[in-house]
């Protein structure tokens, strides 16, 4: 073991803060430009420098605005009233969540602190090592201030990173339509930049918050680094519990809104997609927001705290930290640093190295960017394995130790890094509607409804296949090379490019609400198609992110679990003792139960939207013929209120489950709960994320009439296209609430159990030691 790393300690201290500091700048730039955009009316004709060198094209450029002139100071105004409505009602429900959330995050904090403090009794006297029983560790009562501490940091940077993302796609909406008036291309770049902005923002501020508790935790823990990382697990925990109801709470608002102003709107009442007559158009569009923008970065965040956790943890027990190595120690947060800086890099390609003239271009662009950031990150990480970690070195693998070489480390964070983009490509074909799997689905149409269900239901399943095959290589390959710790950074690796990922995903909301603002404030319909261009590769793209999201999770619940099995002392999980069989079979149960609740309540949250649209419509004179404003508000308060209501059951049966079998049943069973769970949730998962995708397409594909096959389909409010809404409308809560929020139920259990680890090694299992 005589050889070491390349990068001093020095060289790491500095690194990984300033790749954060760098990320977090260029998201501030990146804003910047955004919001050079202006929303006053009488600027006319600022390019806000987007156009500086390129202004070859300035003839066209100004066409729609100049055929419009007449009226587009209303235009503008409209816009900003609109943005104005969508920011307002996506604040107010944040803040209303974020109370709620805040209760139960003082509650859980307080939690974690009695059960890790009693393990030894709340003694303040230092113990035995758990892994090196001949060194003397910090006390368990430290471990218990620390983990919550950790907790606590680590649920506030995931709600402070959603609620910033909802802000910038809140601001970045309305531009996004008026950029539509110059050109597709100029459209494109603001709903890019604004989806860079978040995602560079999340990264950065990720790998700082966790840095900084490394090192002040590092100043009480001193040499016990075993101690040290197992307090900072918490910062995983507090991710994701965040996450959870950020994903759930916003499924459920998004999808009751899109619900109720689909099925009274467009199949009863006849009138187009985000019609300003339509009341409950605005909760739709802030749902967008809260859903797939606060929902979705806090969900990335909470994936990337826990596979970083997973691999300190393990790292920590290994030769890095028994040998006190601090730069290989670290190798998971360079991944990370390297990641920021690989994904500037990809963003310049999308933003200023290359424009965007025509609306089929845009697909691709969003395509090369998973791409170009999958190959430049492959050499960045070769360059961090070769000047990070020593040449040769051991890895804790359940009680032995493996001799692992750095080029394997580099294997295995490359094969989840491309096995990442497989997902990615995989989810693209079956939810595009540019391919034959949705345009099936699409024809399908002709015989009705149920068929349409049958054909979405059946290329879910189908869509499974690869990913989980990719999922499987990668496992196998990452834990022969290098155990668990392997398994983690392959997630991370997966993750390493999150701020391209999330640039792509949350680019999606963005344009889907510049489409909305165009219908709402009257713009002519060649801004509505331009518009509805970006949202349909936008919600291909959502699809991708959602791939990742679920790749990932596996990954990072596997690599979780077998540190929860090293920590909890069990020496192997044996599937025929009835203990494990048990927890198996419940475990698989759970996804299930999880997706009823959700599910349901997006059903009955919608039941209510219906019914208040409804008599909107039906009891507000001069509602139809457009004299007359609709009631937003009412609209607005009924997803809010019904998803702060409906977003606690999930989420208790997520947080007590770990709990109550621990306690009750003890590790053995819990570890059957959790591979249970980790087996079938990723499979719900991705078919009901890919049924609901490609349904949506469907619908977009037979109303854009595009090609020859769509025509014969189309027009918008044929028999058809409203089998085609049925089938979009089933998918809602697939896609956006069930699907999405199971790959957290996967990880959240699994950084639960880890966390609880000692005191359930310790006190659990109480049943069984009665009988």
Same mark, same amino acid.
Request: aromatic share 10%; with cysteine; charged share 15%.
């Given at each position: ?65 100049? +055929? ?237 705290? +826990? ?69 430049? =990150? ?75 269900? *049958? ?19 990668? *496992? ?43 219908? =709402?404030?009257? =713009? ?99 509602? =139809? ?12 308060? *009924? ?28 590790? +053995? ?33 037979? +109303? ?68």
């Amino acid at each position: 073991m005589a050889s070491s790393a390349f990068l001093p300690e020095l060289a790491t201290q500095v690194l990984v803060p300033a790749a954060a500091v760098v990320g977090i700048a260029f998201a501030v730039l990146q804003w910047v430009l955004v919001s050079k955009v202006k929303m006053s009316p009488d600027q006319r004709r600022s390019d806000g420098g987007f156009a500086a060198g390129k202004s070859g094209g300035d003839a066209s450029e100004y066409l729609i605005e100049e +055929e419009e002139g007449l009226n587009e100071h209303n235009v503008v105004v409209k816009c900003a009233e609109i943005q104005n409505a969508i920011s307002e009602g996506a604040t107010s429900f944040l803040f209303t969540e974020y109370k709620y959330v805040g209760l139960f995050m003082g509650i859980f904090a307080i939690l974690i602190f009695l059960f890790l403090g009693s393990v030894e009794g709340f003694s303040t006297k230092s113990q035995p090592c758990h892994y090196s029983k001949d060194s003397t560790c910090k006390p368990a009562l430290a471990n218990a201030i620390f983990s919550t501490i950790a907790f606590v940091l680590g649920a506030v940077t995931s709600l402070v990173s959603g609620f910033l993302g909802m802000k910038i796609a809140t601001y970045a909406n309305a531009r996004t339509t008026l950029e539509a008036r110059k050109g597709v291309g100029k459209a494109f770049i603001t709903a890019f930049r604004s989806g860079a902005v978040m995602g560079f923002l999340l990264a950065a501020s990720g790998l700082f918050v966790l840095y900084i508790a490394i090192n002040l935790f590092g100043i009480y823990y001193g040499d016990d680094w075993e101690g040290l990382f197992e307090a900072i697990t918490g910062y995983g925990l507090g991710g994701s519990s965040m996450a959870l109801f950020g994903r759930v709470g916003g499924g459920i608002y998004t999808k009751a809104a899109d619900v109720g102003a689909d099925l009274v709107g467009k199949v009863e009442r006849n009138i187009p997609e985000d019609d300003p007559r339509n009341p409950a158009v605005i909760a739709d569009n802030v749902g967008d927001n809260v859903g797939d923008i606060a929902g979705m970065g806090s969900d990335l965040f909470g994936s990337y705290a +826990e596979s970083s956790c997973a691999a300190l943890v393990v790292a920590s027990i290994s030769s890095f930290g028994i040998n006190h190595e601090f730069t290989p120690m670290m190798y998971p947060l360079l991944i990370s640093s390297v990641g920021i800086i690989a994904c500037l890099i990809t963003t310049l390609f999308a933003t200023d190295f290359s424009e965007i003239k025509a609306v089929d271009e845009i697909e691709p662009a969003l395509k090369k960017q998973l791409i170009i950031s999958t190959v430049v =990150m492959t050499l960045g990480i070769a360059l961090v394995s070769w000047l990070g970690l020593p040449y040769s070195f051991t890895i804790f693998n359940f009680g032995a130790q493996k001799t692992v070489y750095n080029w394997q480390l580099f294997l295995c964070v490359a094969v989840g890094l491309w096995a990442g983009l497989v997902i990615g490509f995989v989810t693209e074909y079956y939810t595009s509607n540019a391919y034959s799997p949705v345009q099936d689905v699409a024809d399908s149409c002709r015989t009705g409804a149920a068929t349409n269900v *049958i054909f979405g239901l059946a290329l879910g399943y189908k869509s499974v296949i690869i990913p989980i095959f990719a999922i499987a290589f990668s *496992i196998f390959l990452s834990f022969s090379l290098a155990a668990m710790y392997g398994v983690a950074v392959a997630a991370l690796g997966m993750l390493s490019t999150i701020a391209t990922g999330l640039a792509i995903d949350a680019y999606g909301p963005i344009s889907d609400n510049a489409g909305g603002i165009a219908e =709402m404030a009257g =713009m002519s319909h060649r801004i509505r198609e331009r518009t509805d261009a970006l949202d349909a590769a936008g919600n291909t793209t959502a699809a991708i992110g959602k791939g990742f999201a679920i790749g990932s999770a596996a990954l990072v619940s596997l690599a979780l679990f077998g540190a929860f099995v090293s920590r909890a002392e069990i020496s192997t999980v044996d599937v025929l003792t009835p203990k494990v069989f048990i927890g198996l079979i419940v475990g698989a149960m759970l996804p299930y139960w999880f997706s009823a609740m959700t599910m349901k309540s997006v059903g009955s949250a919608a039941l209510k939207m219906v019914e208040e649209v409804r008599r909107q419509f039906n009891t507000i004179p001069g509602l =139809m013929e457009g004299t007359t404003k609709p009631d937003y508000a009412t609209c607005v308060k *009924i997803s809010t209120d019904a998803s702060i209501k409906e977003m606690i059951p999930p989420g208790a049966l997520v947080m007590l489950t770990p709990l109550i079998v621990g306690i009750l049943f003890g590790v +053995e069973t819990l570890s059957g709960i959790l591979a249970g769970a980790l087996v079938s949730g990723v499979q719900i998962a991705i078919s009901a994320s890919n049924t609901g995708g490609a349904w949506d397409n469907a619908k977009k594909y037979i +109303e854009a009439g595009a090609s020859e096959h769509a025509r014969t389909l189309g027009p918008k409010g044929s028999d058809p296209h409203k089998a085609a809404v049925i089938g979009d409308t089933i998918g809602d809560p697939l896609k956006d609430t069930s699907g999405p929020s199971l790959n957290i139920l996967i990880k959240l259990m699994a950084v639960e159990s880890l966390v609880f680890a000692p005191f359930f090694a310790t006190h659990g299992g109480i049943l069984f030691k009665w009988l």
